[in-house]
């Protein structure tokens, strides 16, 4: 299950993002997990206190309209757009001459690290 991130410390901004959150996740059918990190050292080490209310997800971090909740339907745009069209338009290992996408084959089980 994909897991997102809130970064904010604004209870009323909180709860707007967390609402708008998971009404476009039903949008759009799409099921993933919200963590809210509102430690404030947290936002500070990670530098954040200028752009919240931050999303993190998959690793990158989406700010929108810095001091203003997210809305149901910039979620939406923005979750079709990271959830649904990424995972179409991800490679076929067997389309094309390019294999980078594809498994990397293996024999048997592994090689102990003897080092």
Same mark, same amino acid.
């Given at each position: 299950?994909?897991?997102?991130?809130?970064?904010?410390?604004?209870?009323?901004?909180?709860?707007?993002?967390?609402?708008?959150?998971?009404?476009?996740?039903?949008?759009?059918?799409?099921?993933?997990?919200?963590?809210?990190?509102?430690?404030?050292?947290?936002?500070?080490?990670?530098?954040?206190?200028?752009?919240?209310?931050?999303?993190?997800?998959?690793?990158?971090?989406?700010?929108?309209?810095?001091?203003?909740?997210?809305?149901?339907?910039?979620?939406?745009?923005?979750?079709?757009?990271?959830?649904?069209?990424? *995972?179409?338009?991800?490679?076929?290992? *067997?389309?094309?001459?390019?294999?980078? *996408?594809?498994?990397?084959?293996?024999?048997?089980?592994?090689?102990?690290? *003897?080092?």
């Amino acid at each position: 299950m994909e897991e997102i991130i809130l970064w904010e410390c604004n209870i009323e901004r909180i709860h707007a993002t967390e609402t708008a959150v998971y009404q476009a996740l039903r949008e759009i059918g799409y099921k993933a997990r919200l963590t809210i990190n509102c430690e404030m050292p947290l936002l500070s080490r990670q530098q954040l206190w200028e752009r919240l209310p931050v999303l993190e997800i998959r690793g990158q971090r989406w700010s929108l309209c810095p001091g203003r909740a997210f809305t149901a339907e910039q979620l939406t745009r923005l979750f079709t757009r990271i959830f649904i069209n990424q *995972d179409l338009t991800c490679s076929v290992p *067997d389309a094309g001459d390019s294999q980078k *996408d594809a498994p990397i084959p293996t024999e048997g089980k592994g090689v102990p690290n *003897d080092r």
